[in-house]
Protein backbone atom coordinates (compact mmCIF):
# COMPACT_ATOMS: atom_id res chain seq x y z
CA UNK A 1 0.00 0.00 0.00
CA UNK A 2 2.74 2.72 1.06
CA UNK A 3 4.39 2.04 -2.46
CA UNK A 4 1.07 2.19 -4.56
CA UNK A 5 0.38 5.44 -2.65
CA UNK A 6 3.79 6.99 -3.03
CA UNK A 7 3.51 6.41 -7.03
CA UNK A 8 0.24 7.82 -6.92
CA UNK A 9 0.95 10.75 -5.01
CA UNK A 10 4.04 11.55 -7.34
CA UNK A 11 1.63 11.29 -10.55
CA UNK A 12 -0.66 13.54 -8.52
CA UNK A 13 1.71 15.68 -8.03
CA UNK A 14 2.71 15.93 -11.57
CA UNK A 15 -0.81 16.49 -12.73
CA UNK A 16 -1.13 19.37 -10.18
CA UNK A 17 1.24 21.10 -12.07
CA UNK A 18 -0.30 20.50 -15.08
CA UNK A 19 -3.12 21.99 -13.67
CA UNK A 20 -1.17 25.12 -12.39
CA UNK A 21 0.29 25.70 -16.21
CA UNK A 22 -3.62 25.62 -17.12
CA UNK A 23 -4.56 28.42 -14.75
CA UNK A 24 -1.74 29.79 -15.41
CA UNK A 25 -2.34 30.71 -19.11
CA UNK A 26 -6.36 31.17 -18.53
CA UNK A 27 -5.24 33.68 -16.50
CA UNK A 28 -3.18 35.68 -19.06
CA UNK A 29 -5.80 34.83 -21.75
CA UNK A 30 -8.17 36.53 -19.36
CA UNK A 31 -5.88 39.63 -18.60
CA UNK A 32 -5.16 39.98 -22.32
CA UNK A 33 -8.77 39.65 -23.05
CA UNK A 34 -9.60 42.66 -20.45
CA UNK A 35 -7.11 45.47 -21.94
CA UNK A 36 -7.49 43.88 -26.09
CA UNK A 37 -3.92 42.41 -26.49
CA UNK A 38 -5.55 40.10 -29.06
CA UNK A 39 -2.37 38.42 -30.18
CA UNK A 40 -0.81 38.02 -26.71
CA UNK A 41 -4.74 36.24 -26.21
CA UNK A 42 -4.56 33.85 -28.81
CA UNK A 43 -1.39 32.95 -27.84
CA UNK A 44 -2.65 32.02 -24.15
CA UNK A 45 -5.78 30.21 -25.66
CA UNK A 46 -3.53 28.25 -27.53
CA UNK A 47 -1.45 27.35 -24.63
CA UNK A 48 -3.79 26.31 -22.83
CA UNK A 49 -5.56 24.43 -25.07
CA UNK A 50 -2.68 22.19 -24.75
CA UNK A 51 -2.60 22.24 -20.91
CA UNK A 52 -5.65 20.93 -20.74
CA UNK A 53 -5.62 18.18 -23.03
CA UNK A 54 -2.91 17.30 -21.15
CA UNK A 55 -4.89 17.55 -17.85
CA UNK A 56 -7.14 15.66 -18.95
CA UNK A 57 -4.89 12.59 -20.52
CA UNK A 58 -3.07 13.16 -17.33
CA UNK A 59 -5.72 12.86 -15.34
CA UNK A 60 -7.08 9.11 -17.16
CA UNK A 61 -3.71 8.47 -16.62
CA UNK A 62 -3.88 8.64 -12.81
CA UNK A 63 -7.61 7.62 -12.34
CA UNK A 64 -6.26 4.44 -14.40
CA UNK A 65 -3.05 4.06 -12.94
CA UNK A 66 -4.69 3.67 -9.14
CA UNK A 67 -6.30 0.16 -8.97
CA UNK A 68 -5.32 -0.85 -5.08
CA UNK A 69 -8.02 -3.79 -3.80
CA UNK A 70 -7.68 -1.89 -0.33
CA UNK A 71 -10.43 -4.18 0.95
CA UNK A 72 -8.66 -7.18 -0.22
CA UNK A 73 -5.37 -6.42 1.46
CA UNK A 74 -6.70 -5.57 4.75
CA UNK A 75 -8.82 -8.31 4.75
CA UNK A 76 -6.04 -10.48 3.85
CA UNK A 77 -3.55 -9.26 6.77
CA UNK A 78 -1.17 -8.39 4.07
CA UNK A 79 -1.67 -4.78 5.61
CA UNK A 80 -0.95 -5.43 9.22
CA UNK A 81 2.33 -6.92 8.15
CA UNK A 82 3.41 -3.88 6.00
CA UNK A 83 2.34 -2.10 9.41
CA UNK A 84 4.32 -3.67 11.69
CA UNK A 85 7.16 -3.70 9.36
CA UNK A 86 6.56 -0.19 9.17
CA UNK A 87 6.83 0.70 13.02
CA UNK A 88 9.83 -1.95 13.08
CA UNK A 89 11.54 0.18 10.83
CA UNK A 90 10.64 3.42 12.75
CA UNK A 91 11.18 2.06 16.47
CA UNK A 92 7.68 1.55 17.27
CA UNK A 93 6.49 -1.35 19.26
CA UNK A 94 3.02 -2.56 17.48
CA UNK A 95 1.95 -6.77 18.81
CA UNK A 96 -0.57 -8.24 17.72
CA UNK A 97 -3.04 -9.77 20.20
CA UNK A 98 -6.38 -11.33 18.56
CA UNK A 99 -8.14 -8.67 16.26
CA UNK A 100 -6.21 -6.26 18.20
CA UNK A 101 -2.51 -4.40 17.21
CA UNK A 102 -1.23 -2.80 21.02
CA UNK A 103 0.95 -0.16 20.79
CA UNK A 104 1.30 2.21 23.83
CA UNK A 105 -0.86 3.27 25.13
CA UNK A 106 -2.90 2.87 21.70
CA UNK A 107 -5.53 0.28 20.44
CA UNK A 108 -5.64 -0.73 17.03
CA UNK A 109 -8.67 -2.75 14.99
CA UNK A 110 -8.66 -3.19 11.17
CA UNK A 111 -12.04 -2.43 9.84
CA UNK A 112 -11.74 -3.99 5.87
CA UNK A 113 -15.62 -3.46 5.33
CA UNK A 114 -15.10 0.21 5.88
CA UNK A 115 -11.44 1.04 4.55
CA UNK A 116 -10.44 1.98 7.70
CA UNK A 117 -8.51 1.29 11.22
CA UNK A 118 -10.24 1.76 14.20
CA UNK A 119 -7.90 4.18 16.77
CA UNK A 120 -8.98 3.83 20.50
CA UNK A 121 -12.40 4.10 18.97
CA UNK A 122 -11.75 6.46 16.61
CA UNK A 123 -11.91 5.85 13.27
CA UNK A 124 -9.51 6.90 10.89
CA UNK A 125 -9.49 6.45 7.21
CA UNK A 126 -5.70 7.55 6.90
CA UNK A 127 -4.53 4.31 6.20
CA UNK A 128 -1.04 5.38 4.21
CA UNK A 129 1.33 3.01 7.01
CA UNK A 130 3.48 5.76 7.27
CA UNK A 131 1.29 8.13 8.29
CA UNK A 132 -0.57 5.65 10.91
CA UNK A 133 2.64 5.01 12.32
CA UNK A 134 3.88 8.71 13.03
CA UNK A 135 0.63 9.30 14.55
CA UNK A 136 0.94 6.36 17.27
CA UNK A 137 4.36 7.55 18.02
CA UNK A 138 3.16 10.78 18.49
CA UNK A 139 0.63 9.57 20.62
CA UNK A 140 3.21 7.59 22.33
CA UNK A 141 5.17 10.88 22.99
CA UNK A 142 2.02 12.72 24.49
CA UNK A 143 1.41 9.55 26.67
CA UNK A 144 -2.42 8.41 28.14
CA UNK A 145 -4.68 10.47 29.71
CA UNK A 146 -6.13 8.04 32.67
CA UNK A 147 -8.19 8.67 35.75
CA UNK A 148 -6.46 6.23 38.21
CA UNK A 149 -8.89 6.57 41.05
CA UNK A 150 -12.00 5.83 39.04
CA UNK A 151 -10.72 2.96 37.26
CA UNK A 152 -9.36 1.32 40.82
CA UNK A 153 -13.11 2.09 42.60
CA UNK A 154 -14.63 0.56 39.53
CA UNK A 155 -11.95 -2.15 39.88
CA UNK A 156 -12.61 -2.53 43.41
CA UNK A 157 -16.41 -2.77 43.50
CA UNK A 158 -16.47 -5.78 40.85
CA UNK A 159 -13.84 -7.68 43.15
CA UNK A 160 -16.32 -6.95 46.35
CA UNK A 161 -18.98 -8.73 43.91
CA UNK A 162 -17.45 -11.47 43.10
CA UNK A 163 -15.50 -12.41 46.77
CA UNK A 164 -19.01 -12.06 47.88
CA UNK A 165 -21.29 -13.91 45.74
CA UNK A 166 -18.01 -17.07 45.96
CA UNK A 167 -18.40 -16.51 49.42
CA UNK A 168 -14.34 -16.40 49.74
CA UNK A 169 -12.08 -14.68 52.06
CA UNK A 170 -12.18 -10.90 51.82
CA UNK A 171 -8.85 -10.47 50.49
CA UNK A 172 -9.02 -13.42 48.29
CA UNK A 173 -6.90 -12.93 44.74
CA UNK A 174 -9.67 -13.00 42.19
CA UNK A 175 -8.56 -13.49 38.60
CA UNK A 176 -8.81 -10.12 36.72
CA UNK A 177 -10.44 -12.27 33.61
CA UNK A 178 -13.75 -12.55 36.24
CA UNK A 179 -13.55 -8.96 37.15
CA UNK A 180 -14.11 -7.90 33.19
CA UNK A 181 -16.70 -10.04 33.03
CA UNK A 182 -18.27 -8.67 35.80
CA UNK A 183 -17.57 -4.82 34.54
CA UNK A 184 -18.93 -5.76 30.98
CA UNK A 185 -22.06 -7.54 32.20
CA UNK A 186 -24.64 -5.08 30.66
CA UNK A 187 -25.89 -6.27 26.82
CA UNK A 188 -23.22 -4.81 24.40
CA UNK A 189 -20.94 -3.61 27.26
CA UNK A 190 -17.90 -6.35 25.52
CA UNK A 191 -17.74 -5.09 22.37
CA UNK A 192 -17.49 -1.47 23.81
CA UNK A 193 -14.41 -2.37 26.25
CA UNK A 194 -12.69 -5.10 25.08
CA UNK A 195 -10.10 -7.40 27.29
CA UNK A 196 -7.04 -5.58 25.23
CA UNK A 197 -8.50 -2.21 26.60
CA UNK A 198 -8.73 -3.58 30.39
CA UNK A 199 -5.14 -4.88 30.14
CA UNK A 200 -4.49 -1.56 28.79
CA UNK A 201 -5.85 0.24 31.47
CA UNK A 202 -4.69 -2.30 33.91
CA UNK A 203 -0.79 -1.22 32.77
CA UNK A 204 -1.58 2.68 33.35
CA UNK A 205 -3.32 1.66 36.77
CA UNK A 206 -0.30 -0.20 37.26
CA UNK A 207 2.68 2.71 36.35
CA UNK A 208 0.05 5.10 38.35
CA UNK A 209 1.21 3.75 41.67
CA UNK A 210 -1.96 4.46 42.90
CA UNK A 211 -3.31 1.38 44.94
CA UNK A 212 -6.51 2.77 47.21
CA UNK A 213 -8.56 5.36 47.01
CA UNK A 214 -10.71 8.18 49.08
CA UNK A 215 -13.70 5.95 48.93
CA UNK A 216 -12.09 2.99 50.64
CA UNK A 217 -9.31 1.97 52.85
CA UNK A 218 -8.89 -0.66 51.41
CA UNK A 219 -4.96 -1.54 49.05
CA UNK A 220 -4.80 -2.91 45.87
CA UNK A 221 -2.64 -6.37 45.53
CA UNK A 222 -1.50 -7.27 42.32
CA UNK A 223 -1.19 -11.20 41.99
CA UNK A 224 1.46 -12.84 39.73
CA UNK A 225 1.37 -16.72 39.58
CA UNK A 226 1.86 -19.54 37.89
CA UNK A 227 -1.29 -18.32 36.29
CA UNK A 228 0.09 -15.83 34.04
CA UNK A 229 1.14 -18.79 32.21
CA UNK A 230 -2.21 -19.94 31.51
CA UNK A 231 -5.75 -19.01 30.62
CA UNK A 232 -6.98 -16.07 32.09
CA UNK A 233 -3.86 -14.11 31.54
CA UNK A 234 -4.52 -10.43 30.39
CA UNK A 235 -1.78 -9.31 27.89
CA UNK A 236 -1.16 -5.42 27.00
CA UNK A 237 2.46 -3.60 25.80
CA UNK A 238 4.41 -1.48 28.12
CA UNK A 239 5.75 1.96 27.25
CA UNK A 240 9.05 0.06 26.45
CA UNK A 241 7.13 -2.38 23.95
CA UNK A 242 7.82 -5.17 26.07
CA UNK A 243 4.65 -7.34 26.64
CA UNK A 244 3.19 -7.24 30.03
CA UNK A 245 0.75 -9.61 31.63
CA UNK A 246 -1.77 -9.43 34.48
CA UNK A 247 -3.64 -12.38 36.21
CA UNK A 248 -5.18 -11.45 39.49
CA UNK A 249 -5.79 -8.88 41.97
CA UNK A 250 -6.86 -8.39 45.83
CA UNK A 251 -8.07 -5.96 48.26
CA UNK A 252 -6.52 -6.27 51.54
CA UNK A 253 -7.71 -4.10 54.39
CA UNK A 254 -5.34 -1.62 56.40
CA UNK A 255 -4.75 -4.57 59.58
CA UNK A 256 -4.22 -6.93 56.95
CA UNK A 257 -1.92 -5.05 54.44
CA UNK A 258 0.06 -3.69 57.32
CA UNK A 259 0.92 -7.37 58.46
CA UNK A 260 4.20 -9.05 57.43
CA UNK A 261 4.25 -12.32 55.54
Not at 22 to 38: C, Y
Request: glycine content about 6%.
Amino acid sequence: MEAALARTERDAEATLRTATALVRELKRAHGAARIGQVRDLRKSLAAAGEAAEALAGGTRSLADGFDFDEQAYLSSGDYVKELLAEAEARGLSIVEEDDRLLCYPSLLRVLPGEAAIEVDKVRDRRLRPSVLVTTLARAQERGARFKAEPFLDSLRSAYELLVSSTDTRPDAVVRLVDIWSVLTLLPGQRGQYSKQEFARDLYLLDQSAVTRTARSPRTLRWAASTGTKGSGTLITVARNGQQQRYWGVSFTADEVAGEQP
